[in-house]
């Protein structure tokens, strides 16, 4: 039989993303447009846990898309992980009288969802992190905002280490996924990109593009590393002063890339997975991760969306590694 529902819950959860706040604004007019009650739990399953929830209306939600972080707060809840935490976000569920939920965020937030699935609520989550890390989608709300903040203070750290003739060494978020920094190196033109999913041979990967830069004539470096590549940032500088003797800086870029106004295709994106994710609702389905393909949104079950695994974009890293001259 159909489930209908009549009062959903939405919360963000995990790191927060520039974007998250236009899916809230879009699950709630979504579902008053359907006739459906909305209600936000704040700080993930924290808040749920402890039934700290605020009621969300048409007005509520104003002006909300370009706002960046998340007016639902978010967490990372520990307490959740375990038995008691579960039971405990179900019964604030019951007491609130919610028949679903719609959770923004990552792998760690959609498997939160099944837990709660299976106490019977109806639950759809939307992918919403900097890290573009969702394998079943192959976009997430708040990845281009953070390269566009990545990419304005890398070329305004180019300017200087121009003027100085240096090498400047930037990490860029991402601890098991290295999209940020690859998108963000090929956008800025960088003399080298590491990133986690990929062994790094410092002769082939980090010397020699360096060197047939210099044998050009240019006297400046940017080298752009993922959070998560071994030693981080502080490793491959001191490796490329040993090597090179270059005068090397290191900028750690760090939780600016989570903030500020959210680009036109966050708040797009955004606004059209919450749609998605409340009609999936209204639809009767439950147990699913919205999700775009090509410039198609469409979902799966969040069983088999946290099977997948998804790698770097080969078109895109092809080109990186044509443009900073190593061979393929
Ligand atoms: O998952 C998003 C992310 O920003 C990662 O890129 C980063 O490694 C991590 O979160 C940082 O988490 P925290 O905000 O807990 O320091």
Redesign the pocket.
């Known amino acids: 039989m159909e489930k209908h529902v009549r009062r959903i819950g939405v919360f963000t959860s995990?790191?927060d993303?520039p974007g998250m706040n236009a899916a809230i604004r879009s699950v709630v007019r979504t579902s008053i447009h359907m006739g459906i009650e909305c209600i936000g739990i704040r700080r993930g399953y924290h808040g749920l846990i402890n039934g700290d929830f605020i009621p969300l209306d048409f007005g509520s939600v104003s002006g909300l898309s370009r706002r960046g972080g998340t007016m639902l707060y978010t967490a990372?809840s520990e307490d959740f992980k375990a038995k008691e935490g579960q039971a405990k976000a179900a019964s604030t569920c019951k007491l609130l009288g919610l028949d679903a939920l719609v959770g923004i965020g990552?792998d760690g937030t959609f498997r939160g969802l099944l837990c709660l699935a299976d106490q019977g609520l109806s639950v759809i989550g939307i992918p919403g992190?900097?890290?573009n890390?969702i394998a079943c989608s192959s976009y997430t709300i708040g990845f281009d905002s953070a390269c566009n903040t990545a990419l304005e203070c890398i070329d305004k750290l180019r300017d200087t280490i121009q003027s100085h003739e240096r090498c400047s060494v930037v990490e860029v978020?991402?601890?098991?996924?290295g999209h940020?920094a690859l998108n963000v190196g090929v956008a800025c033109g960088a003399t080298v990109v590491l990133v986690p999913e990929q062994e790094i041979d410092y002769e082939t990967d980090v010397v020699e593009p360096i060197r047939r830069c210099r044998l050009s004539g240019q006297t400046h470096f940017m080298v752009i590393v993922a959070?998560?590549v071994e030693g981080g940032a502080y490793g491959v500088a001191q490796k490329i002063k040993e090597e090179t003797s270059l005068d090397t800086r290191v900028t750690i870029l760090g939780?600016v890339?989570?903030g500020g106004t959210p680009t036109s295709r966050d708040r797009i994106a955004a606004t059209y997975m919450g749609y998605e994710a409340v009609r999936l609702l209204a639809e009767g389905q439950s147990c699913r991760v919205v999700a775009k393909q090509g410039n198609e949104y469409t979902s799966f079950d969040i069983h088999e969306a946290l099977t997948m695994t998804k790698g770097l974009d080969p078109q895109t890293y092809t080109v990186m590694r044509t443009l900073t001259g190593i061979q393929q």
């Open positions: 995990g790191g993303a990372r990552g992190t900097i890290d890390d978020m991402g601890r098991r996924a940020v959070e998560g939780h890339q989570r």
